[in-house]
């Protein structure tokens, strides 16, 4: 079946500026991932969706940065007022329950804000 | 240090030698996770640990687990060029939530 996907793949957009990247992930699974990817660095947590039970928002790095998932389904995370250190790859995964199962990413959203 | 550490920070070998890359952790775990990722885009994921494992192995990787030491190890066999790419470690805690803890990853570099 399909794989996780994202949309877009590379966004480029002026400093202030609010950005909304999209994550559809694998049919049926109910747990879903936002993570932050510096260049060069590891994956930095931001947001976890797991089925109707209310998000883990702890990775979450200003209140600029919100996330919503419609329908148990897709996934959007915005960020307002963008800065220049919000450039990074944001990378989606999906996960199947039971929750703490092999995660399947998507190829990430590369965004650069100038 | 960060919870998911990798050592080394890069890994430069000849085709058909080993690799091995090792992950530290600093919480109880549920479970601990390999992850490649290619060019800096998505992961992809090879092998899954659970805490009460010691061993596991797939195809020409073997990882091992001491949850006394908090640590784990992975190794490629025979490695390959195309085996060429960043390795990660993610921990599942027990915390009750199931965030993940990713490492800063090893780059390993297979030359031909």
């Known amino acids: 079946g399909a794989g996780v996907s994202q949309s877009p793949s590379n966004k480029v957009t002026e400093k202030g500026k609010d950005v909304e990247l999209r994550c559809d992930p694998i049919?049926?699974?109910?747990?879903l991932y936002w993570y932050r990817q510096s260049l060069g660095q590891g994956l930095e947590f931001l947001i976890y969706f797991q089925g109707n039970s209310a998000p883990d928002k702890s990775g979450l790095p200003s209140d600029r940065f919100s996330a919503e998932r419609t329908g148990g389904s897709v996934s959007t995370l915005t960020i307002q007022r963008t800065q220049q250190e919000d450039s990074a790859v944001y990378l989606c995964?999906?996960?199947?329950?039971?929750?703490?199962?092999?995660?399947?990413f998507g190829p990430g959203t590369r965004l650069l804000v100038l | 240090s960060q919870q998911g550490e990798e050592d080394p920070q890069a890994l430069s070998i000849q085709e058909g030698e080993n690799a091995t890359m090792n992950c530290s952790y600093k919480?109880?775990?549920?479970?601990l996770q390999w992850y490649r990722q290619n060019s800096g885009r998505g992961l992809v994921h090879l092998i899954l640990?659970?805490?009460?494992?010691r061993e596991k192995h797939s195809g020409r990787l073997r990882v091992t687990l001491d949850t006394s030491k908090k640590s784990s190890s992975l190794l490629i066999t025979a490695s390959r060029a195309a085996d060429t790419a960043s390795y990660f470690c993610a921990t599942a805690t027990t915390s009750g939530t199931y965030k993940y803890i990713f490492g800063t990853g090893t780059r390993l570099k297979v030359l031909a």
């Open positions: 640990i659970r805490s009460n494992e």
């Open positions: 049919s049926g699974h109910t747990a």
């Open positions: 919480t109880s775990i549920n479970n």
């Open positions: 995964a999906s996960s199947p329950a039971p929750p703490g199962e092999t995660q399947y």
